[in-house]
């Protein structure tokens, strides 16, 4: 099979496509024919190793330290399960589904086996492949914070980065869970923010959101630039800063904020779970999600992909497809 490979850390052109054998599932294990992806923020870092203050000698650790320990980057994807191992029985053959491989990476390929017990779910019938490859890692990191910040309904919560994946994730998922939205991101996004269900949008060349006297509930931070020592006197009592991305010195004052305020400071990792995709997938069923795509790629242009997604202007999601030669 045909799979996006990287021996080294770097720019895009380190990204090259080759012939890999075609994987076979095990037992437990469903084997996907590949029909999207997508390049998320999480697959640039991994590539070029651009991580928050902190987390350099971490992410060699994590990811390998003189060369990547998986050469095949890729997160989430949407396909047609062509196999299942003998002891499977959650999927069976042509069923559509779309995943999430996590910190495993491995989906910028061909093919994909999957645990079945894994992030694997069956894809909503009003989706395209290419949207539902997009469901996964911006729609998961959204529910996860909210879950753990205990969003409620009638909360007032700011999304600092409302545009891209994970931002347009968490207004349309703040919204459906009866939150009043406000969305921070660029003037050439206002419009695609309000669309998605935000009451209120700031422009942050215009206007900085911390210096307004507005005050939230839930704050999350999905760009980096929202630390608590900014935005400590736009929460409310209680309110809580859902930290997407941080540094690892905002990490590690988390436990002092708690014992000195009544407000939180929530970050690290998101978890992967299948019951959460399937949730999305209820969602966008029922037409209250929908990833948002900003461009979309063939395998063959896999390193362009990633060019564009290293200027920082991606709206949402950038798909990469999947053609076969069979």
Known sequence: MRASIYERYGAPDVLQLKDVAKPAPKDNEVLIKICATTVTSGDWRARSLNVPAGFGLMSRLFFGVSRPRQPILGT??????????????????????????????????????????????????????????AMSFGGTTALNFFKRGK????????????????????????????????????????????????????????????????????????????????????????????????????LLQIPWVSMTSSKRVIGGPATERAEDLRFLAKLAEAGEFRPVIDRRYPLEQIAEAHRYVDTGRKKGNVVITVAHDD
Do not use: W
């Not at 495993?104 to 061909?110: F, K, L, Q, S, T």
């Not at 931002?167 to 991101?185: I, S, Y």
């Not at 839930?218 to 941080?246: N, W, Y």
């Open 76 to 133: 989430e994807l949407s396909g047609v399960v062509e196999s299942v191992g003998k002891s499977a029985s959650k999927f069976k053959v042509g069923d559509k589904v779309f995943a999430f491989s996590g910190a495993g990476m491995g989906c910028y390929a061909e093919y994909k086996c999957m645990p079945e017990d894994g992030a694997v779910a069956l894809k909503p019938a009003n989706l395209t492949f290419d949207e539902a490859a």
């Open 151 to 250: 969003l409620q309904s009638g909360e007032k919560v700011l999304v600092n980065g409302a545009s891209g994946g994970v931002g347009t994730a968490a207004v349309q998922l703040a919204r459906h869970f009866g939150a009043d939205v406000t969305g921070v991101c660029s003037a050439a996004n206002v419009e695609l923010v309000k669309s998605l269900g935000a009451a209120h949008v700031i422009d942050y060349t215009k206007e900085d959101f911390t210096q307004n006297g507005e005050t939230y509930d839930v704050i999350i931070d999905t760009v980096g630039t929202a630390p608590f020592s900014r935005i400590k006197s736009s929460l409310k009592e209680r309110g809580r800063l859902l930290l997407v991305l941080g540094t690892l010195p905002d």
